[in-house]
């Protein structure tokens, strides 16, 4: 299995909700990242998770909160979101963290928020 | 600055055709290349991935080329299919655990 899942695949919310994004992937992989992308620009890193602590996390605003529960397991909780936070938001894993090693990424979550 | 920068910043061919895509760094310390097929709303995917001691490396249709001296690399396609119709991201890492992705060159291949 050389797969990371992603759900939902799409997503609309509104300002005052509150969801979470998850993102599993069952390879054995120790480190798992969030990035979030808009239309026509590259991923944009926000939090790296190695051997399930949190080892990066870009100054992201803290309407975003992640969580590994477990090494398979990866979420993203979102609150209060704006609506320049609609994007489409990849998960990704690789056996290490990335020096020297494939990021395998999801198919991602199409976030609306209205 | 560490910078990816990616070119053409779009490119068209006809089915059958080769092409090529130029992608130039400016990071340092170096420590690999990577070329990834982004198709519309999809994840990346890996095609190759290079340490500074590796010239060339191919994936089936796909050869990535890296000259570490002039800190250049390239994506040339073989013989394109419809299906290769993507955005292709060049990523470098450097000594951390961030990958700085280049801007990516949307490919279109037309029948």
């Known amino acids: 299995d050389t797969e990371v899942t992603q759900t939902p695949k799409h997503l609309v919310m509104g300002m005052t909700n509150k969801k979470s994004l998850k993102c599993e992937q069952h390879m054995g992989h120790r480190a798992m990242y969030w990035y979030k992308q808009k239309a026509k620009k590259p991923p944009e890193l926000m939090f790296v998770?190695?051997?399930?602590?949190?080892?990066i996390n870009e100054s992201v605003p803290s309407r975003f909160s992640p969580e590994c529960p477990n090494s398979s397991l990866l979420n993203l909780h979102l609150h209060a979101l704006q609506p320049e936070d609609s994007a489409l938001y990849l998960c990704?894993?690789?056996?290490?963290?990335?020096?020297?090693?494939?990021?395998?990424f999801g198919p991602g979550t199409r976030l609306t928020v209205l | 600055k560490n910078q990816v920068e990616q070119s053409p910043q779009s490119l068209i061919i006809l089915e059958g055709k080769n092409c090529t895509l130029q992608c130039n760094y400016t990071v340092s310390p170096f420590s690999n290349l990577r070329w990834y097929k982004q198709d519309t709303g999809r994840g990346p995917v890996s095609l190759t991935i290079?340490?500074?001691?590796?010239n060339t490396k191919s994936n089936g249709r796909y050869t990535a080329t890296l000259d570490a001296d002039t800190k250049q690399s390239s994506l040339h396609i073989t013989a394109s299919q419809l299906s290769d119709s993507a955005s292709y991201i060049c990523v470098v890492s450097g000594d951390t655990d961030k990958l700085i992705f280049g801007t990516g060159t949307r490919l279109q291949v037309f029948p």
């Open positions: 990704a894993s690789s056996q290490e963290p990335p020096l020297g090693y494939t990021q395998y």
């Open positions: 998770y190695s051997y399930e602590k949190l080892s």
């Open positions: 290079m340490t500074f001691s590796e």
